[in-house]
T-cell receptor, first 111, second 113 residues
Framework: GENVEQHPSTLSVQEGDSAVIKCTYS??????FPWYKQELGKRPQLIID?????GEKKDQRIAVTLNKTAKHFSLHITETQPEDSAVYFC??????????FGAGTRLTVKP | DTAVSQTPKYLVTQMGNDKSIKCEQN?????MYWYKQDSKKFLKIMFS???????INETVPNRFSPKSPDKAHLNLHINSLELGDSAVYFC????????????FGPGTRLTVT
């Protein structure tokens, strides 16, 4: 089955800096790659996703890039703010199969 | 008008007891899930139901039994609770299996003493 690895497990940045979280997946048939943000004590919520026919997608300060050849995808957050502090999860799914999540990255943005 | 709701939000119980967690979604989705999130925040899928049929049953002890009376509900019953069952359990739903956004419930924090 699909295996998703996520790095780093923790990331600390200064407010205004950029943050990058990277994930790799094992099954080349994976075709959907969402990112979820989970604030402390709350539920995971989708922040951005990308499909295998697209290499990059942006939404304001966040962007996701996908390299199908290398089987990795990354989340980029620019101009980080304290409210970006949360745990971020990447995930990958294949067709009609369910998603597998990475282990999560705890991002801390220091004011 | 909560999209995915779970009850109870907190559940404290003793080892050996049997407990249930209920989940309901009003999004009209066909697929529902149960996830377990341990203290290290790892999200592990337990079960997936599509149109009331079990699709995924990960390596979960058979003390855990999901039941889907209809497409909008997916309940989780746990028998003979153990200390290691302590975790946050999330219900989620999506339009279909695979490449669709999953909407998570607020979670149920289960503590087994």
């Amino acid at each position: 089955g699909e295996n998703v690895e996520q790095h780093p497990s923790t990331l600390s940045v200064q407010e205004g800096d950029s943050a990058v979280i990277k994930c790799t997946y094992s099954d080349s048939a994976s075709n959907y790659f969402p990112w979820y943000k989970q604030e402390l004590g709350k539920r995971p919520q989708l922040i951005i996703d990308i499909r295998s026919n697209v290499g990059e997608k942006k939404d304001q300060r966040i962007a996701v890039t996908l390299n199908k050849t290398a089987k990795h995808f990354s989340l980029h957050i620019t101009e980080t703010q304290p409210e970006d502090s949360a745990v971020y999860f990447c995930a990958a799914s294949i067709g009609n199969n369910d998603m597998r999540f990475g282990a999560g990255t705890r991002l801390t943005v220091k004011p | 008008d909560t999209a995915v709701s779970q009850t109870p939000k907190y559940l404290v119980t003793q080892m050996g007891n049997d407990k249930s967690i209920k989940c309901e979604q009003n999004l009209g989705h066909d697929t529902m899930y149960w996830y377990k999130q341990d203290s290290k925040k790892f999200l592990k899928i337990m079960f997936s139901y599509n149109n009331k049929e079990l699709i995924i049953n990960e390596t979960v002890p058979n003390r855990f039994s999901p039941k889907s009376p209809d497409k909008a509900h997916l309940n989780l019953h746990i028998n003979s609770l153990e200390l290691g069952d302590s975790a946050v359990y999330f219900c989620a739903s999506s339009t279909g299996t695979g490449g669709y956004e999953q909407y998570f419930g607020p979670g149920t924090r289960l503590t087994v003493t």
